[in-house]
């Protein structure tokens, strides 16, 4: 594929469904709160919700990687956001804690695997000089669903119900599945590759040192953000005694931070490579986390630290994208997302279920040691940059070139 109109495209689609993914998983944090008052769930049980999507995703990752291979990239795709679809649909009909936890461990089976394929195509049709701009692109979905989906999300629960933006979602996501599986062309090149080579076993690609340094990686960087993350809302609410009616501007305005972020640290890595990126990323990270996150009167206001987040987070990501592209090779890439997926939704959800263990609820809903889960949060994040420089220099020649 060319530069022009043709990767331009490539890169809107995959991000459309990045975007529908990430919003899918992304709007049930905030709209925590709501949803736990209806459906009786303790407000330090929320991180359970989100942990359980992620665990699922997990455990679908590694089965996705023993097949992904051998199917049509965009029909998988396909598949898999019609299935998250109707899990997310299931979410709007739940009546409890049950319920509800059932349908976003079916969400999380089916996104999971969405994540791994739309970056294998992004991996497989964008060249290495230009992938890190493509993947910032892609990142972006983050930002804007930050911008535009979770401010909807949390509009549309406060005038029409918790439920009403599930099945929005559910909607939205058939939408954009039947517009990529139209416009997006057939990706069969890595099943070519495969048949030439044979390509590596499940258990060649496991061992590799840099695939290693790649789960590590990965590791560091979900559990320390989502023992965080999935209680930002609650924290905000009912420990800083922020305005319910405010969550939709504060998420619009960090998002809007985040979408350009991203775009200026793809040309960023482009230039300067993954190592400082994602070093200056982390160093971001700790700053935001210990001036915002630490008590009940922290340094910054909720806005600021908010928005400084998502600038850090937005950093960090591209550059942690970019670096787990380049340690497949291009008949292994799905196998090699849908592992890598795996380990990032568990990793999530051990920071989530840790966060569920540690915290406490107060009085009015006040979260009780919620320093002590920032505080896993920066230690996580300050391993990072060793973590990102060893797997750089395990890399393949090819990844490098």
């Known amino acids: 594929m060319t530069v022009g109109r043709d990767e331009r495209t490539l890169v809107f689609l995959v991000s459309a469904v990045q975007f529908v993914n990430i ?13 736990a008052r209806d459906l009786g769930i303790p407000m330090a049980h929320l991180g359970v919700i989100g942990g359980s999507y992620s665990a699922a995703a997990a455990v679908a990752g590694i089965i996705a990687s023993l097949f992904l291979e051998r199917f049509d990239r965009r029909k998988a795709l396909a598949v898999a956001m019609v299935g998250l679809s109707a899990a997310t649909a299931a979410g709007g009909l739940a009546t409890g804690f049950g319920s509800l936890v059932a349908a976003r461990v079916l969400a999380g ?14 991996a497989d049709l964008v060249p290495q000089e230009r992938r890190g701009k493509a993947l910032g692109a892609m990142a972006g979905a983050f930002a ?10 949390l509009e549309l629960s406060r005038v029409g119900g918790w439920q009403t933006p599930f099945f929005a979602v559910a909607t939205l996501g058939l939408v954009v599945a039947g517009t990529a599986i ?11 590759a495969a048949r030439r080579d044979l390509g590596p076993t499940w258990g060649d690609l496991v061992r590799r040192p840099a695939v290693h340094g790649s789960f590590l990686v990965t590791a560091l960087a979900l559990v320390g953000a989502f023992s965080v993350i999935p209680n930002f809302s609650a924290y905000f609410q009912f420990n800083l005694g922020y ?3 405010d969550m939709g501007s504060l998420y619009l305005v960090g998002g809007i931070v985040s979408f350009f972020t991203t775009r200026l640290s793809g040309r960023a ?9 994602s070093a200056a990323g982390a160093a971001l990270v700790i700053v935001m986390l210990g001036g915002g996150y630490l008590g009940d009167c922290p340094w910054l206001s909720a806005p600021l630290a908010f928005s400084g987040f998502m600038f850090a987070m937005g950093v960090r990501t591209v550059a942690f994208n970019t670096l787990m592209s380049m340690v497949p090779g291009p008949s ?7 592992l890598q997926s795996s380990v990032q939704h568990l990793s999530a959800s051990v920071g989530a279920f840790i966060a569920a263990q540690v915290l406490g609820e107060g009085v009015g809903g006040r979260l009780t040691n919620f320093p002590v889960v920032v505080g896993l949060a920066i230690a ?4 990072m940059p060793w973590a990102v420089a060893a797997t750089v220099r395990r890399l393949p020649a090819r990844s490098l070139g």
């Open 243 to 245: 305005p319910r009616r």
């Open 332 to 338: 292994e890439r799905a196998r090699f997302m849908a």
């Open 380 to 383: 996580c994040t300050a391993a």
């Open 182 to 192: 139209w416009l997006l062309p057939p990706i069969t090149a890595h099943i070519e």
């Open 269 to 277: 890595v482009d230039r300067l490579g993954v190592p400082a990126v």
């Open 23 to 35: 919003l899918d998983f992304m709007m049930v944090m905030p709209l925590g709160p709501d949803f």
């Open 144 to 153: 804007v669903a930050s911008v535009l989906g979770v401010p909807a999300g």
């Open 109 to 122: 089976a089916f996104g999971g695997p969405a994540t791994a394929l739309a970056l294998a195509i992004i």
